[in-house]
């Protein structure tokens, strides 16, 4: 059974910085689609972010393009989330994410292992 544990979460003013890590369970990042997602209160779990392991392709959401990196650590079996110039509604639980389709899918349905989640805050 895959494990992601997800870290890094926090309450950071808005224009600051936070920078979320996954850590899997075995090493599974060269076989698997690696994402992150969030979810506000009383909203639908949204993509965030994804890179393919095969060939080092990634996708973000619009809405984080230019604020948001993706990366991965193999050595330490880690993905990370750089998140800078947070605002307001980026305010969510994040959670890391493993699936096998390719291309990489914005649809939570298309993943099959996820993480606890870590929560991030963002204050105006």
């Known amino acids: 059974q895959v494990q992601l544990v997800e870290s890094g979460g926090g309450l950071v003013q808005a224009g600051g910085s936070l920078r979320l890590a996954c850590v899997g369970s075995e090493r599974i990042f060269g076989k698997y689609v690696m994402g992150w997602f969030r979810q506000a209160p009383g909203e639908e779990r949204e993509f965030v972010a994804a890179?393919?392991?095969?060939?080092?392709?990634?996708s973000y959401a619009d809405s984080v393009k230019g604020r948001f990196t993706i990366s991965r650590e193999i050595a330490k079996n880690t993905l990370y989330l750089q998140m800078n110039s947070l605002k307001p509604e980026d305010t969510a639980v994040y959670y890391c994410?493993?699936?096998?389709?390719?291309?990489?899918?914005?649809?939570?349905?298309?993943?099959?292992?996820w993480g606890q989640g870590t929560q991030v805050t963002v204050s105006s």
């Open positions: 890179r393919r392991w095969d060939d080092g392709t990634t």
């Open positions: 994410a493993g699936g096998y389709a390719v291309p990489i899918s914005p649809s939570p349905k298309q993943y099959v292992y």
